[in-house]
């Protein structure tokens, strides 16, 4: 079972890393393509509205598939996907080329997450959840700075490149471990009739869309702001980006290690404490290296925590429709940053980057009150 949830966590890893690598090179995208920022973050706009569509029709239509052929299947398209966007030639191209490269990603993440909520007991089914999702933080970890600094050092068709062959590496190692044959029940439409009259499950879900939409409004276009607040080049913006990874990696820990102790409520509480923190005190930032890097540390440990405590709480609210509702919250999750990232991009036209992180602050403070008012719930 550990080599299972290695190999998800894996897969996760380099779901994520095809997703944030985007934002990682928004600056060498701009310049390559001749494109202005906001028109760069439109890559993760259109990229949020494919995953926020797939993500439900890949558990409707594909719950008669072997899951060993799903999720191999995935990171197989995710390896294509973005081979040939590193082979684009301008952004005309580069654009449905990238819608296409994230259809992977709105299979496996989600899916990997039902697979193993089968394969474990329900005494961990929590725990197995929060571990795959580790592989979510340590992209941020190696993929955001390692996408900055390859992406910075040899162009953006580089950053793509590597994405695209680690999902080969993903795709040959889920295939090794993944047992042959399971299959999950199919999602009828009495099953989304009932996740959707369910209020709880209903907070949980639109919780996930503000928080997302909340912290893409600042971090789909962290680089540009890097730059322009303190003057950051490739090299800072790594190390930031590798910060803010670690930083997510010790919170996705301790949200692994004490959320069936805390309560999956409490541990989002947390987390999301930790984001708006983050996001109210930004624009003490500018002009300060150490404040921004005190930041993007406080931010990173609440960001990923708050991610996999979600899936997990979704589980725990009704284990029965966890096919559909843990799909949901992902394309939920995508939409919140198709979301940010358009508000982001059309505030820095209008205003510039000074008060970007308010916008932020506004919807992840009804995500809080939202989260509140499930947890009175027993959720």
């Given at each position: ?298 931010w990173g440990a609440g960001a990923f925590g708050t991610g996999s405590a979600q899936q997990a709480r979704l589980v725990s609210v009704d284990s029965s429709v966890a096919s559909a509702s843990i799909a949901l919250n992902s394309s939920l999750l995508y939409a919140g940053q198709a979301i940010g990232a358009l508000v982001g991009g059309w505030w820095i036209e209008a205003a510039g980057y000074e008060m970007l992180s308010w916008w932020s602050s506004l919807l992840l403070t009804a995500a809080i009150l939202m989260s509140v008012w499930v947890g009175r719930r027993g959720y």
């Amino acid at each position: 079972m550990q080599g299972i949830l290695l190999a998800f966590a894996f897969g996760n890893f380099v779901i994520g890393c095809g997703i944030m690598i985007v934002a990682a090179m928004l600056n060498d995208l701009a310049s390559g393509l001749q494109i202005t920022v906001p028109e760069a973050g439109g890559l993760i706009g259109v990229a949020g509205i494919v995953l926020f569509l797939g993500a439900p029709l890949a558990a409707t239509f594909t719950s008669g598939i072997a899951r060993h052929r799903l999720l191999v299947g995935s990171l197989v398209a995710s390896a294509i996907g973005h081979l040939l966007c590193a082979a684009a030639p301008n952004y005309g191209a580069l654009l449905p080329l990238r819608m296409f490269a994230v259809l992977g990603a709105a299979v496996f993440t989600p899916q990997a997450a039902v697979t193993i909520s089968l394969l474990m007991p329900a005494c961990k089914r929590n725990g197995a959840i929060v571990t795959i999702f580790l592989g979510w933080s340590v992209a941020s970890v190696a993929g955001m700075p390692l996408g900055s600094l390859v992406g910075g050092t040899f162009g953006w068709r580089a950053g793509f490149l590597l994405v695209g062959l680690l999902s080969v590496i993903a795709a040959v190692w889920v295939a090794r471990v993944t047992p042959k044959g399971l299959t999950v029940p199919s999602v009828s439409p009495a099953i989304w009739r009932n996740l959707l009259t369910n209020p709880p499950l209903r907070g949980v879900l639109l919780v996930t869309l503000l928080v997302s939409a909340g912290q893409f409004t600042v971090q789909s276009y962290m680089a540009p702001l890097l730059r322009y607040s303190i003057e950051a080049t490739p090299a800072i913006l790594s190390a930031y980006f590798l910060l803010f990874g670690v930083s997510a990696v010790i919170g996705n820990m301790l949200v692994t290690r004490y959320v069936d102790r805390l309560g999956v409520s409490r541990a989002v509480a947390l987390s999301l404490s930790a984001i708006l923190l983050s996001q109210l005190l930004w624009p003490l930032s500018f002009g300060s290296p150490l404040i921004s890097a005190v930041l993007f540390a406080v931010w990173g440990a609440g960001a990923f925590g708050t991610g996999s405590a979600q899936q997990a709480r979704l589980v725990s609210v009704d284990s029965s429709v966890a096919s559909a509702s843990i799909a949901l919250n992902s394309s939920l999750l995508y939409a919140g940053q198709a979301i940010g990232a358009l508000v982001g991009g059309w505030w820095i036209e209008a205003a510039g980057y000074e008060m970007l992180s308010w916008w932020s602050s506004l919807l992840l403070t009804a995500a809080i009150l939202m989260s509140v008012w499930v947890g009175r719930r027993g959720y």
